[in-house]
Protein backbone atom coordinates (compact mmCIF):
# COMPACT_ATOMS: atom_id res chain seq x y z
CA UNK A 1 0.00 0.00 0.00
CA UNK A 2 0.98 3.60 -0.12
CA UNK A 3 2.85 5.12 2.49
CA UNK A 4 2.39 8.71 3.51
CA UNK A 5 4.40 10.81 5.99
CA UNK A 6 3.30 14.35 6.77
CA UNK A 7 5.97 16.97 8.67
CA UNK A 8 6.13 20.69 8.87
CA UNK A 9 3.34 21.00 11.38
CA UNK A 10 4.02 23.12 14.71
CA UNK A 11 2.97 26.26 16.81
CA UNK A 12 2.14 29.40 15.23
CA UNK A 13 1.68 32.88 15.93
CA UNK A 14 -1.73 34.24 14.04
CA UNK A 15 -1.04 35.93 10.80
CA UNK A 16 2.25 33.50 10.55
CA UNK A 17 3.28 30.67 8.08
CA UNK A 18 3.76 27.15 8.01
CA UNK A 19 4.90 25.10 4.73
CA UNK A 20 3.52 20.97 5.64
CA UNK A 21 5.08 18.29 3.42
CA UNK A 22 3.77 14.79 2.77
CA UNK A 23 6.13 11.89 1.32
CA UNK A 24 4.62 9.19 -0.26
CA UNK A 25 6.38 5.83 -0.59
CA UNK A 26 5.10 2.09 -1.94
CA UNK A 27 2.30 1.55 -3.14
CA UNK A 28 1.14 -1.16 -5.64
CA UNK A 29 2.79 -2.51 -8.03
CA UNK A 30 2.31 -0.86 -11.67
CA UNK A 31 1.47 2.30 -10.15
CA UNK A 32 3.38 5.85 -9.95
CA UNK A 33 2.89 8.56 -7.28
CA UNK A 34 1.47 10.36 -10.44
CA UNK A 35 -1.16 8.14 -10.48
CA UNK A 36 -3.13 9.64 -7.67
CA UNK A 37 -4.99 12.74 -6.86
CA UNK A 38 -3.77 14.25 -3.48
CA UNK A 39 -5.45 16.21 -1.05
CA UNK A 40 -5.21 17.79 2.68
CA UNK A 41 -7.73 17.47 5.38
CA UNK A 42 -7.97 18.71 8.75
CA UNK A 43 -9.74 17.70 11.86
CA UNK A 44 -10.32 19.84 14.71
CA UNK A 45 -11.02 19.19 18.26
CA UNK A 46 -14.74 18.25 18.30
CA UNK A 47 -15.25 18.93 14.54
CA UNK A 48 -15.90 16.51 11.80
CA UNK A 49 -12.63 15.84 9.30
CA UNK A 50 -12.77 18.81 6.51
CA UNK A 51 -11.89 19.20 2.79
CA UNK A 52 -8.99 21.71 2.94
CA UNK A 53 -6.92 21.13 -0.26
CA UNK A 54 -6.40 18.81 -3.00
CA UNK A 55 -4.83 18.66 -6.89
CA UNK A 56 -4.70 16.34 -9.92
CA UNK A 57 -2.61 13.46 -10.79
CA UNK A 58 -0.90 16.11 -13.51
CA UNK A 59 -1.18 19.37 -10.91
CA UNK A 60 -2.36 21.61 -13.46
CA UNK A 61 -5.76 21.08 -11.71
CA UNK A 62 -6.56 22.71 -7.65
CA UNK A 63 -9.13 22.81 -5.66
CA UNK A 64 -9.57 24.71 -2.32
CA UNK A 65 -11.66 25.04 0.62
CA UNK A 66 -13.60 28.63 0.81
CA UNK A 67 -12.20 29.41 4.24
CA UNK A 68 -8.34 28.92 3.05
CA UNK A 69 -8.98 30.08 -0.68
CA UNK A 70 -6.26 32.78 -1.16
CA UNK A 71 -4.20 31.85 1.37
CA UNK A 72 -3.26 28.44 0.99
CA UNK A 73 -1.45 26.94 -1.51
CA UNK A 74 -1.46 23.15 -2.85
CA UNK A 75 1.62 21.75 -4.90
CA UNK A 76 3.18 18.69 -6.07
CA UNK A 77 6.31 17.35 -7.35
CA UNK A 78 5.80 14.17 -9.18
CA UNK A 79 9.88 13.53 -8.89
CA UNK A 80 10.20 13.22 -5.66
CA UNK A 81 7.08 12.13 -4.61
CA UNK A 82 5.79 14.79 -2.30
CA UNK A 83 2.92 16.99 -2.18
CA UNK A 84 2.85 20.56 -0.36
CA UNK A 85 0.88 22.85 1.78
CA UNK A 86 2.22 26.59 2.02
CA UNK A 87 -0.08 28.16 4.66
CA UNK A 88 0.15 31.88 5.04
CA UNK A 89 -2.26 34.23 7.20
CA UNK A 90 -2.85 31.50 9.87
CA UNK A 91 -5.86 32.19 11.96
CA UNK A 92 -6.52 30.45 14.70
CA UNK A 93 -9.55 28.73 13.67
CA UNK A 94 -6.79 26.70 11.21
CA UNK A 95 -5.52 25.24 14.33
CA UNK A 96 -6.43 21.32 13.70
CA UNK A 97 -4.53 17.96 12.58
CA UNK A 98 -3.83 18.35 9.00
CA UNK A 99 -3.75 14.73 7.25
CA UNK A 100 -2.35 13.95 3.34
CA UNK A 101 -4.49 11.54 1.08
CA UNK A 102 -4.11 9.66 -1.84
CA UNK A 103 -6.75 9.32 -4.31
CA UNK A 104 -6.52 6.33 -7.03
CA UNK A 105 -10.57 5.89 -7.94
CA UNK A 106 -10.68 9.49 -9.32
CA UNK A 107 -11.81 9.88 -13.30
CA UNK A 108 -8.82 11.44 -15.45
CA UNK A 109 -7.35 14.65 -13.94
CA UNK A 110 -10.08 14.80 -11.54
CA UNK A 111 -10.12 15.81 -7.83
CA UNK A 112 -12.97 14.73 -4.94
CA UNK A 113 -13.32 16.82 -2.29
CA UNK A 114 -15.16 13.96 -0.50
CA UNK A 115 -12.52 12.17 2.13
CA UNK A 116 -14.33 8.82 1.20
CA UNK A 117 -12.75 9.49 -2.14
CA UNK A 118 -9.47 8.69 -0.72
CA UNK A 119 -7.61 5.26 0.24
CA UNK A 120 -4.45 6.39 1.91
CA UNK A 121 -4.07 8.23 4.28
CA UNK A 122 -1.47 9.63 6.67
CA UNK A 123 -0.51 9.93 10.70
CA UNK A 124 -1.12 14.12 10.22
CA UNK A 125 0.64 16.46 11.99
CA UNK A 126 -0.34 19.31 14.03
CA UNK A 127 -0.96 22.63 13.68
CA UNK A 128 -1.42 25.55 16.47
CA UNK A 129 -2.39 28.97 15.67
CA UNK A 130 -2.01 31.11 18.58
CA UNK A 131 -4.16 34.07 19.09
Known amino acids: QVQLVESGGGLVQAGGSLRLSCAASGGTFGRTFSMYTMGWFRRAPGREREFVAA????????KYADSVKGRFTISRDNAKNTVILQMNSLKPEDTAVYSC????????????????????WGQGTQVTVSS
Open 55 to 62: ISRTGTNT
Open 101 to 120: AADYSVVSDGISTDPRSYEY
